[in-house]
């Protein structure tokens, strides 16, 4: 032992650190708890867009490193609003969103209802609609191009069937009109089982002493699901539309599985445009300005969609 050692309680240092953070105040300790994730977002998300919003205000190119970049303003940002085929991106975005959105709702919520009446082989059959939902982007969309591969695909052959096409050569992707409707199947196919869920832990939220009133008043069962089923599990159909909505508007691996996203391509998205433009084009401040735009969009639609929610949620 030492002569600085010597002398010296071990327990000190431990002790002299417990004295030191009960002296902290709460909302000092709070901080140093926190300190740490605050630091992360910062790092992961504000700074990446603080630099994106920035690029987009240049002409910067990811593949000329060495190449002055120069100052454009808003340039890029009346570029891309003047371009005819991002809008005609964001028109087939739209087209993709709305539909998906509609019958994953429908669907869903019929799903839910179905299974919110206890029957016979219930979890069987709940497990079974859930399992398209576990499966990833890239399994579901080979599965998929497989089925709608001519001579093979059940679509194949009942679309052909009703618009007298040969079976032998007709694919629905491979068809201007019907390659749309092809990715709608796919998704709806896939994320019902999402909307599902959410609506069914809705319709088991209700009390059952509310549908117990109603029956003592004499109220229809059509009269019931109008006046308590609908009201009460509107918020979480709401829910479910708002995370359908904003995975739908960036839906981009499915898409690029199914067709390619080829450009001109009736199925390009927004987000294989954006694709197309930022690694394929490299027109990096470009592409950063079609970034911040969509996000703006996204945020804005969702900051509205959220409030309308929140005054559902108050009735």
Same mark, same amino acid.
């Given at each position: ?15 002299? $650190?417990?004295?030191?953070? !009960?002296? %902290?105040? &709460? ?7 926190? *300190?740490?994730?605050? @630091? +992360? ?32 303003? $808003?340039?890029?940002?009346? !570029?891309? %609003?003047? &371009? ?7 028109? *087939?975005?739209?087209? @993709? +969103? ?32 859930? $399992? ?21 695909? +059940? ?161």
């Amino acid at each position: 032992m030492t002569d600085d050692t010597k002398g010296r309680n071990p327990a000190a240092a431990p002790l002299a $650190l417990g004295r030191k953070v !009960r002296g %902290l105040s &709460d909302r000092a300790l709070a901080w140093v708890f926190i *300190a740490p994730t605050i @630091f +992360l977002l910062l790092a992961i998300n504000i700074f990446p867009l603080i630099w994106t919003v920035w690029l987009s205000l240049t002409n910067y190119r990811a593949n000329r490193l060495n190449a002055e970049v120069k100052w454009v303003g $808003l340039r890029n940002y009346e !570029r891309i %609003l003047t &371009d005819p085929d991002i809008w005609y991106s964001m028109q *087939a975005t739209a087209h @993709f +969103l709305i539909w998906t959105l509609v019958l994953q709702v429908l669907i869903g919520f019929g799903l839910a209802y179905l299974i919110n009446r206890k029957f016979k082989g219930n979890d069987l059959w709940t497990t079974i609609i859930v $399992l398209p939902m576990m499966l990833s982007p890239a399994v579901v969309g080979n599965f998929w191009t497989f089925l709608y591969q001519p001579q093979i695909g +059940l679509f194949n052959y009942v679309i052909a069937f009703f618009t007298g096409a040969d079976p032998a050569s007709f694919s629905m992707i491979g068809d201007v009109n019907l390659a749309p409707w092809a990715i709608v199947i796919v998704d709806t196919w896939m994320w019902t089982p999402f909307v599902m869920l959410i609506c069914l832990a809705g319709l088991r939220s209700i009390p059952d002493s509310i549908y117990e009133a109603a029956e003592c008043d004499r109220a229809s069962a059509w009269r019931q699901f109008w006046t308590i089923t609908i009201p009460m599990a509107l918020p979480f159909l709401m829910l479910a539309v708002l995370f359908r909505g904003i995975e739908n508007f960036k839906m981009f691996d499915l898409v690029v599985q199914l067709t390619g996203g080829g450009p001109g391509s009736i199925t390009e998205l927004t987000s294989i445009n954006l694709k197309r433009e930022a690694f394929e084009k490299w027109r990096t401040g470009f592409a950063s300005a079609y970034a911040v735009i969509l996000f703006v969009t996204v945020f804005g639609l969702a900051s509205i969609y959220v409030k309308a929610l929140n005054k559902v949620k108050e009735r």
